[in-house]
């Protein structure tokens, strides 16, 4: 997977749904979808941050799975990872 900086935010939108598919075990997800309102659950979520992290190589921490519980926000919190930094 390339690094977070190389995709666009659709690309990455993408990207976090396929994990999330998989994590969840779901045919389709919408980018709009709680990843906790479709079954997703601590430790799925500790399981995709860090395939996220691999495959992105980013920052991710557990936590952004817990406080961006959709595909759409979680783009937007990696996309602004070490922005502020």
Same mark, same amino acid.
């Given at each position: 997977? *390339?690094?977070?900086?190389?995709?666009?935010? =659709?690309?990455?939108? &993408?990207?976090?749904?396929?994990?999330? +598919?998989?994590?969840?075990?779901?045919? +389709?997800?919408? =980018?709009?979808?709680?990843?906790?309102?479709?079954? &997703?659950?601590?430790?799925?979520?500790? +399981?995709?941050?860090?395939?996220?992290?691999?495959?992105?190589?980013?920052?991710?921490?557990?936590?952004?799975?817990?406080?961006? +519980? *959709?595909?759409?926000?979680?783009?937007?919190?990696?996309?602004?990872?070490?922005? *502020?930094?």
């Amino acid at each position: 997977m *390339t690094g977070k900086d190389q995709l666009s935010y =659709p690309e990455l939108c &993408g990207h976090i749904i396929e994990v999330w +598919r998989d994590v969840l075990h779901l045919d +389709r997800i919408e =980018p709009d979808q709680d990843f906790f309102d479709l079954g &997703g659950h601590s430790l799925g979520a500790v +399981r995709a941050a860090a395939r996220l992290v691999d495959d992105l190589g980013c920052d991710l921490s557990l936590r952004a799975i817990f406080e961006h +519980r *959709t595909v759409e926000t979680l783009a937007s919190a990696i996309m602004n990872i070490g922005a *502020t930094r």
